[in-house]
């Protein structure tokens, strides 16, 4: 293994993004995954001979968006360019794109890393093209082409290489999700290939008091989060040893693209050296330039919303949520727009939260669906969180509770009274049970006051007991009240 | 810059354009194409700094449509003009490499 | 009965039910059989399909239907046009089995207009050429000498229509390609405003250039079959919305008296032509004058700059537009390639021929790397300085009018050793494409061995109603159009 050296992670990510359009950019194609090969195709997607390309305005405005929310500047005039390579799921043999003149330029993405601390990346460029079909070279000693995908709107973004850290890039990587999610511009599914990452991976070595900058390599073919960590990891590490074996540093041209291959859990050479490309960009002769004026932009803007990260914040700063707790239930957007819904109804953050989080998340897993969508008002689940609150139930009611409201208008409290849930806090009642407990366990009791080890644990046997022999009804806060005063009155005065 | 185009350009050219030529075309495209290239330095003679590029004749822009889906073409009909294919799809000689640009 | 066949006259006959149309469209086809062996306009005819259609026209007129505007008219389409009959081939064997799933704007337009389809006409492959010779598929001649070029791209449809081997036809310029063949076989030919017609399912040559416009043999015809093709279409994104842009009724236009006209030309360029061709325009402007019309003489700096503008941002877009051409998912694969680089190359270089790729191979110099701000840029900037000329000559005067090409119709074979010379006979339609402008092209003469010499009049954009009139003006003075080959 390599001698320790000291160096720096330096990762930037070239992303595709597939907008949620109905239809494909430049052609009324309708856009949907998998499905017979070459059954959603047309005289402008197939690029034949003659057919023009006319733009798709919500995929445009749907890029317009998401640029807002990556805080990139808008440009009020773009044009559109054709970038020319052969490859034979591209049947123009050009891709229309942005080259000069994208739609947006200089922004940035706030990324909340695991520490509770935000890092900052710097977004270059977000531009507008049309997608590839498809190669297939899985059926035999031939490739097999699907056009279905081709002409799907895409937004490329290019992030400057702010990421300095494996989990960096998949944290980057998982908050444009969830911003793409939130904005509702993208189903943001990798597996299904909506949104592509692709890293180009470097490192900066520093060694005998100068710094080595290694050769930049692309990696393709990532398909989860984790493949995406994982495979930054592991260049890293490959890059190190390359250059402490070799010493080969970046040069003009040797950027290499490696594939990660999942099973393997490493990345494999693809493409030595990048092909001197020349893609002949020009503007395209078959559309018209976008100008965009004040009352378009505005209309579009009205449309962000608060964005997840805000969101985040605010129910930290505002509701006193733990980072971790606003993180998870700002994880999509309606499970967020529900938790607040219920806050703001009156249940407190907290609470709502772990029943949402906790209960409501597994209640809707199990009728696949999400947690606003099983049709319990806001102002329910706040009466049942508020219940909860007052010690009206116990915990474990307050989930079966939860689990009976779907569907229903049920208030929780009539549901606690059917299925006799209340909690209660007679003091009369429960000191006679706990009582009733003491009598039954001079054994625990006698560790209690004799002070030994085993005091608390028999405490909470006794508890235990006591709620026991109240069928669950006895609340909690008071039994423990209760049984500690009377414990204290048999303690020997000192 | 030079007015001639020599053969190593003209090679380049048919590479970039995909046109797998013969010798003798590329040496009679190199001298064709030398001499309109020649004549195409005639541009130079105008001086041009302050002139806007015209890539279009037409004051149009924001053409549209709306996302509304309209019907495909039925698979056989896409793949009817297909030179081959295999099932429902295009068929090309293996693709080895990773060549694509998107 | 096909003598002396106008769209006008036959319309109205096929309408009032004195003709009928399947005897009109009968005839034409028996005429295509017997003269068309020798002259070459058309690459394919849909005998069936044309009968048929005249068929459901007569029916339609039997039964007292309301019918379209050119119900009946036999017309022929240039074979760049995408039309689901047949096949559309471009004049290449790249696409020599090419049978296109839907039909271009302008042949909806036509079927709409109950038009009879005839068939598909030669033009140079892609339609790069102005000879017709570079067809990759058949040699077109013109009517008026075998020996001779019909001009082109267009050299089909303008061959046919002086033949009288259909009615009218359609037509695609991206440099001239319809007012040239139309000044060599003695036909009207109209090229509209860039925008006017849709482009869609036209096959691309110069993108920013292309325009369909009619051929016919006379301008009431063209301004019938204008009205047809004119008009947005929201599959074209250049195609100019008719809110801002209204079609006018050109009919109509034609009757309205043209009073106080004024005609911008530049001397040099009627001087630097032929003699025979410089003496009919001339004579063309003497005309004008004596009709009330006045002579205003301006400068056109800029225009000599047209070809090697052109012979950049043509080329540099049809190299992008004929990459498509590839042999994967339609067209020609040869049959020798070994893996899918060679499907490209190899389908390429034998699919297409030596103009197209020498056009190719032009445009995609433009465009690379270390070449495109000295070439196509340079270029985009110079039309821009184009484009200034006819708008400082349209502020002095309602049209421009000088010759079409400098000669009359070559010989076959005059010119195609030396590309060059060819690309400068261009000169006086390619700036018209640059700028978008609408150009007409009326016959105004014939030189001394009865070969026909062409009038270009240029209006400024969408001025196609008056370009008409002044033409029609013209034309009702003189009897050029109404002269025929002898076949
Ligand atoms: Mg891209
Ligand atoms: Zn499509």
Same mark, same amino acid.
């Given at each position: 293994?390599?001698?320790?050296?000291?160096?720096?992670?330096?990762?930037?990510?070239?992303?595709?993004?597939?907008?949620?359009?109905?239809?494909?950019?430049?052609?009324?194609?309708?856009?949907?995954?998998?499905?017979? @090969?070459?059954?959603?195709?047309? #005289?402008?997607?197939?690029?034949?001979?003659?057919?023009?390309?006319?733009?798709?305005?919500?995929?445009?405005?749907?890029?317009?968006?998401?640029?807002?929310?990556?805080?990139?500047?808008?440009?009020?005039?773009?044009?559109?360019?054709?970038?020319?390579?052969?490859?034979?799921?591209?049947?123009?043999?050009?891709?229309?794109?942005?080259?000069?003149?994208?739609?947006?330029?200089?922004?940035?993405?706030?990324?909340?890393?695991?520490?509770?601390?935000?890092?900052?990346?710097?977004?270059?460029?977000?531009?507008?093209?049309?997608?590839?079909?498809?190669?297939?070279?899985?059926?035999?000693?031939?490739?097999?082409?699907?056009?279905?995908?081709?002409?799907?709107?895409?937004?490329?973004?290019?992030?400057?290489?702010?990421?300095?850290?494996?989990?960096?890039?998949?944290?980057?990587?998982?908050?444009?999700?969830?911003?793409?999610?939130?904005?509702?511009?993208?189903?943001?599914?990798?597996?299904?290939?909506?949104?592509?990452?692709?890293?180009?991976?470097?490192?900066?070595?520093?060694?005998?008091?100068?710094?080595?900058?290694?050769?930049?390599?692309?990696?393709?073919?990532?398909?989860?989060?984790?493949?995406?960590?994982?495979?930054?990891?592991?260049?890293?590490?490959?890059?190190?040893?390359?250059?402490?074996?070799?010493?080969?540093?970046?040069?003009?041209?040797?950027?290499?693209?490696?594939?990660?291959?999942?099973?393997?859990?490493?990345?494999?050479?693809?493409?030595?050296?990048?092909?001197?490309?020349?893609?002949?960009?020009? #503007?395209?002769?078959?559309?018209?330039?976008?100008?965009? /004026?004040?009352?378009?932009?505005?209309?579009?803007?009205?449309?962000?919303?608060?964005? #997840?990260?805000?969101?985040?914040?605010?129910?930290?700063?505002?509701?006193?949520?733990? /980072?971790?707790?606003?993180?998870?239930?700002?994880?999509?957007?309606?499970?967020?727009?529900?938790?607040?819904?219920?806050?703001?109804?009156?249940?407190?953050?907290?609470?709502?939260?772990?029943?949402i989080t906790q209960i409501g998340q597994k209640l809707a897993n199990q009728s696949n669906t999400s947690v606003d969508q099983l049709d319990i008002s806001p102002q329910n689940l706040a009466k049942l969180a508020q219940m909860a609150d007052k010690g009206l139930i116990s915990a474990t009611a307050a989930a079966s509770i939860y689990a009976k409201m779907p569907g229903t208008d049920t208030n929780p409290e009539d549901i606690a009274k059917a299925e006799n849930l209340i909690q209660t806090s007679d003091t009369g009642a429960i000191e006679a049970l706990v009582n009733e407990v003491l009598a039954e366990n001079a054994e625990a009791v006698q560790d209690i006051?004799?002070?030994?080890?085993?005091?608390?644990?028999?405490?909470?046997?006794?508890?235990?007991?006591?709620?026991?022999?109240?069928?669950?009804?006895?609340?909690?806060?008071?039994?423990?009240?209760?049984?500690?005063?009377?414990?204290?009155?048999?303690?020997?005065?000192? | 810059?030079?007015?001639?185009?020599?053969?190593?350009?003209?090679?380049?050219?048919?590479?970039?354009?995909?046109?797998?030529?013969?010798?003798?075309?590329?040496?009679?495209?190199?001298?064709?194409?030398?001499?309109?290239?020649?004549?195409?330095?005639?541009?130079?003679?105008?001086?041009?700094?302050?002139?806007?590029?015209?890539?279009?004749?037409?004051?149009?822009?924001?053409?549209?449509?709306?996302?509304?889906?309209?019907?495909?073409?039925?698979?056989?009909?896409?793949?009817?003009?297909?030179?081959?294919?295999?099932?429902?799809?295009?068929?090309?000689?293996?693709?080895?490499?990773?060549?694509?640009?998107? | 009965?096909?003598?002396?066949?106008?769209?006008?006259?036959?319309?109205?006959?096929?309408?009032?039910?004195?003709?009928?149309?399947?005897?009109?469209?009968?005839?034409?086809?028996d005429r295509i059989s017997r003269y068309d062996s020798a002259i070459g306009a058309y690459l394919s005819v849909f005998a069936d399909k044309a009968l048929e259609q005249a068929k459901a026209v007569d029916d339609k007129i039997a039964a007292g239907q309301p019918v379209g505007p050119l119900a009946g008219v036999p017309i022929a389409i240039k074979d760049n046009l995408c039309y689901t009959e047949g096949l559309t081939t471009c004049?290449?064997?790249?696409?020599?089995?090419?049978?296109? @799933?839907?039909? &271009?704007?302008?042949?909806?337009?036509?079927?709409?207009?109950?038009?009879?389809?005839?068939?598909?006409?030669?033009?140079?492959?892609? &339609?790069?050429?102005?000879?017709?010779?570079?067809?990759?598929?058949?040699?077109?001649?013109? @009517?008026?000498?075998?020996?001779?070029?019909?001009?082109?791209?267009?050299?089909?449809?303008?061959? !046919?229509?002086?033949?009288?081997?259909?009615?009218?036809?359609?037509?695609?310029?991206?440099?001239?390609?319809?007012?040239? %063949?139309?000044?060599?076989?003695?036909?009207?030919?109209?090229?509209?405003?860039?925008?006017?017609?849709?482009?869609?399912?036209?096959?691309?040559?110069?993108?920013?250039?292309?325009?369909?416009? #009619?051929?016919?043999?006379?301008?009431?015809?063209?301004?019938?079959?204008?009205?047809?093709?004119?008009?947005?279409?929201?599959?074209?994104?250049?195609?100019?919305?008719?809110?801002?842009?209204?079609?006018?009724?050109?009919?109509? &236009?034609?009757?309205?008296?043209?009073?106080?006209?004024?005609?911008?030309?530049?001397?040099?360029?009627?001087?630097?032509?032929?003699?025979?061709?410089? /003496?009919?325009?001339?004579?063309?402007?003497?005309?004008?004058?004596?009709?009330?019309?006045?002579?205003?003489?301006?400068?056109?700096?800029?225009?000599?700059?047209?070809?090697?503008?052109?012979?950049?941002?043509?080329?540099?877009?049809?190299?992008?537009?004929?990459?498509?051409?590839?042999?994967?998912?339609?067209?020609?694969?040869?049959?020798?390639?070994?893996?899918?680089?060679?499907?490209?190359?190899?389908?390429?270089?034998?699919?297409?021929?030596?103009?197209?790729?020498?056009?190719?191979?032009?445009?995609?110099?433009?465009?690379?790397?270390?070449?495109?701000?000295?070439?196509?840029?340079?270029?985009?900037?110079?039309?821009?300085?184009?484009?200034?000329?006819?708008?400082?000559?349209?502020?002095? !005067?309602?049209?421009?009018?000088?010759?079409?090409?400098?000669?009359?119709?070559?010989?076959?074979?005059?010119?195609?050793?030396? @590309?060059?010379?060819?690309?400068?006979?261009?000169?006086?339609?390619?700036?018209?494409?640059?700028?978008?402008?609408?150009?007409?092209?009326?016959?105004?003469?014939?030189?001394?061995?009865?070969?026909?010499?062409?009038?270009?009049?240029?209006?400024?954009?969408?001025?196609?109603?008056?370009?008409?009139?002044?033409? &029609?003006?013209?034309?009702?003075?003189?009897?050029?159009?109404?002269?025929? %080959? !002898?076949?």
């Amino acid at each position: 293994m390599a001698a320790k050296v000291d160096y720096k992670v330096i990762v930037g990510l070239e992303i595709h993004v597939h907008l949620a359009a109905k239809t494909k950019m430049f052609c009324g194609c309708e856009l949907a995954y998998g499905g017979t @090969p070459n059954s959603r195709t047309c #005289p402008v997607c197939i690029g034949m001979p003659g057919s023009l390309p006319v733009m798709n305005k919500h995929a445009y405005e749907c890029a317009v968006l998401t640029a807002m929310a990556l805080n990139c500047s808008i440009a009020r005039f773009t044009k559109w360019d054709r970038k020319s390579y052969y490859y034979p799921d591209l049947p123009k043999n050009y891709q229309i794109s942005q080259y000069d003149l994208p739609l947006s330029e200089n922004g940035f993405i706030e990324i909340p890393l695991e520490d509770g601390s935000i890092k900052r990346v710097g977004i270059i460029r977000a531009h507008l093209e049309e997608d590839a079909g498809k190669n297939n070279h899985e059926l035999g000693s031939f490739s097999a082409i699907d056009l279905n995908r081709a002409g799907a709107p895409l937004l490329e973004i290019v992030t400057a290489p702010d990421m300095n850290h494996p989990a960096e890039v998949r944290q980057m990587a998982q908050e444009l999700q969830r911003i793409v999610r939130y904005l509702g511009v993208s189903e943001g599914d990798m597996q299904k290939g909506h949104m592509r990452f692709e890293p180009n991976v470097n490192l900066h070595i520093y060694k005998d008091g100068q710094t080595y900058k290694t050769p930049i390599c692309e990696i393709k073919n990532l398909n989860s989060f984790r493949a995406i960590e994982r495979s930054v990891a592991y260049e890293i590490q490959r890059q190190l040893e390359e250059f402490l074996e070799t010493g080969k540093t970046m040069q003009m041209g040797n950027k290499r693209t490696y594939g990660w291959d999942d099973v393997n859990q490493m990345t494999v050479l693809q493409r030595e050296k990048e092909e001197a490309h020349d893609y002949r960009y020009f #503007p395209e002769p078959d559309l018209v330039p976008v100008e965009m /004026d004040d009352v378009w932009f505005e209309q579009i803007r009205s449309r962000l919303g608060e964005l #997840p990260l805000q969101k985040q914040k605010r129910f930290v700063t505002d509701y006193g949520l733990s /980072d971790y707790d606003a993180a998870v239930v700002t994880g999509d957007k309606a499970t967020a727009d529900y938790f607040d819904a219920v806050v703001k109804a009156g249940a407190e953050p907290k609470r709502a939260c772990n029943l949402i989080t906790q209960i409501g998340q597994k209640l809707a897993n199990q009728s696949n669906t999400s947690v606003d969508q099983l049709d319990i008002s806001p102002q329910n689940l706040a009466k049942l969180a508020q219940m909860a609150d007052k010690g009206l139930i116990s915990a474990t009611a307050a989930a079966s509770i939860y689990a009976k409201m779907p569907g229903t208008d049920t208030n929780p409290e009539d549901i606690a009274k059917a299925e006799n849930l209340i909690q209660t806090s007679d003091t009369g009642a429960i000191e006679a049970l706990v009582n009733e407990v003491l009598a039954e366990n001079a054994e625990a009791v006698q560790d209690i006051i004799t002070n030994s080890k085993k005091a608390q644990k028999a405490q909470g046997f006794l508890t235990g007991q006591v709620i026991k022999k109240s069928k669950g009804k006895a609340n909690p806060k008071v039994v423990t009240e209760l049984l500690a005063k009377r414990l204290s009155e048999l303690a020997p005065k000192e | 810059m030079s007015n001639q185009i020599n053969r190593q350009q003209v090679e380049r050219v048919a590479h970039l354009s995909r046109l797998d030529l013969t010798d003798q075309e590329l040496d009679l495209f190199s001298g064709q194409l030398s001499s309109i290239v020649e004549y195409i330095q005639k541009l130079n003679e105008l001086d041009t700094k302050n002139v806007e590029p015209l890539a279009h004749s037409l004051p149009v822009h924001n053409v549209f449509r709306p996302d509304t889906p309209r019907a495909s073409l039925p698979t056989e009909q896409a793949l009817a003009n297909a030179p081959d294919r295999v099932d429902d799809f295009y068929k090309v000689p293996q693709i080895l490499d990773d060549n694509s640009g998107a | 009965m096909t003598d002396h066949l106008t769209v006008f006259k036959l319309k109205q006959d096929i309408a009032a039910g004195r003709v009928k149309s399947r005897d009109i469209t009968q005839a034409i086809l028996d005429r295509i059989s017997r003269y068309d062996s020798a002259i070459g306009a058309y690459l394919s005819v849909f005998a069936d399909k044309a009968l048929e259609q005249a068929k459901a026209v007569d029916d339609k007129i039997a039964a007292g239907q309301p019918v379209g505007p050119l119900a009946g008219v036999p017309i022929a389409i240039k074979d760049n046009l995408c039309y689901t009959e047949g096949l559309t081939t471009c004049g290449s064997k790249i696409l020599g089995n090419f049978k296109p @799933p839907y039909n &271009a704007h302008v042949v909806e337009k036509l079927l709409a207009a109950d038009a009879v389809i005839l068939g598909k006409t030669n033009l140079d492959e892609f &339609a790069m050429g102005s000879s017709t010779e570079n067809s990759g598929l058949q040699k077109t001649v013109n @009517p008026w000498d075998k020996t001779r070029v019909p001009g082109g791209s267009s050299g089909g449809s303008a061959a !046919a229509v002086a033949a009288g081997l259909c009615c009218a036809a359609l037509g695609s310029d991206t440099g001239g390609s319809i007012r040239q %063949p139309a000044s060599f076989c003695g036909i009207v030919g109209l090229k509209p405003t860039y925008g006017r017609v849709s482009r869609y399912g036209l096959v691309a040559y110069g993108s920013s250039l292309d325009q369909i416009g #009619p051929m016919t043999t006379c301008v009431k015809d063209a301004a019938i079959l204008l009205q047809v093709l004119a008009g947005h279409d929201e599959r074209d994104s250049t195609s100019v919305n008719t809110e801002t842009a209204a079609v006018p009724d050109y009919l109509n &236009a034609l009757e309205q008296a043209v009073t106080g006209l004024k005609i911008a030309y530049v001397p040099q360029f009627i001087e630097q032509a032929e003699a025979p061709v410089r /003496d009919a325009v001339k004579a063309a402007l003497e005309l004008y004058k004596s009709l009330g019309a006045s002579l205003v003489e301006v400068r056109m700096p800029h225009f000599d700059y047209s070809i090697a503008a052109y012979y950049v941002i043509a080329t540099a877009e049809a190299s992008s537009n004929l990459a498509r051409f590839d042999g994967c998912h339609y067209g020609y694969r040869s049959p020798s390639a070994r893996d899918y680089v060679e499907v490209y190359s190899k389908s390429r270089a034998e699919g297409f021929g030596a103009e197209v790729k020498r056009r190719i191979m032009l445009g995609t110099f433009a465009l690379s790397s270390g070449y495109y701000d000295a070439y196509y840029l340079k270029a985009l900037k110079v039309r821009n300085l184009i484009r200034k000329d006819f708008t400082e000559a349209f502020a002095k !005067a309602d049209c421009l009018m000088m010759p079409v090409a400098p000669s009359t119709a070559f010989k076959i074979g005059e010119k195609t050793s030396d @590309p060059l010379q060819m690309y400068l006979a261009d000169i006086y339609t390619i700036a018209v494409n640059l700028a978008g402008v609408p150009g007409i092209s009326i016959p105004c003469g014939f030189d001394s061995n009865r070969l026909p010499v062409g009038l270009q009049i240029i209006g400024p954009t969408f001025s196609e109603d008056k370009l008409l009139r002044i033409a &029609a003006m013209f034309e009702s003075k003189t009897d050029y159009h109404l002269q025929k %080959p !002898a076949l």
